[in-house]
């Protein structure tokens, strides 16, 4: 059975700093593309950043591109999103997404996505 369990939201300062994690299971052999997703009441899920299932390829959104890192661990099926200089927009119920493909790259597009975690929240705030 597929499963994406993200962890490591919290609270934290603004210009601080944080690390999500979600490990993925369920997959055996197929290697997903992984997405982060955020979503804030009001407002509609958006994409943060994505690594394929090779990690050779990445992309961030704007908003968070030098600020956000994306990493995985192929030995442990884990994705990582190292946050850094976190800002009070930053603050969301942070998802990520699984896409079992033979494309070696991601999309930031909810669409795209078969599979989802429960979410951690995230809180930046003084």
Known sequence: QVQLVESGGGLVQPGGSLRISCAASGFAANIPAIGWFREVPGKER?????????????????????????SRDSATNTVYLQMNNLKPEDTAVYYCAAKTDTWDGCVSQRWWYDNWGQGTQVTVSS
């Open 46 to 70: 958006e994409g943060v950043s994505c690594i394929s299932r090779s990690g050779r390829t990445t992309n961030y959104a704007e908003s968070v591109n030098g600020r956000f890192t994306i």
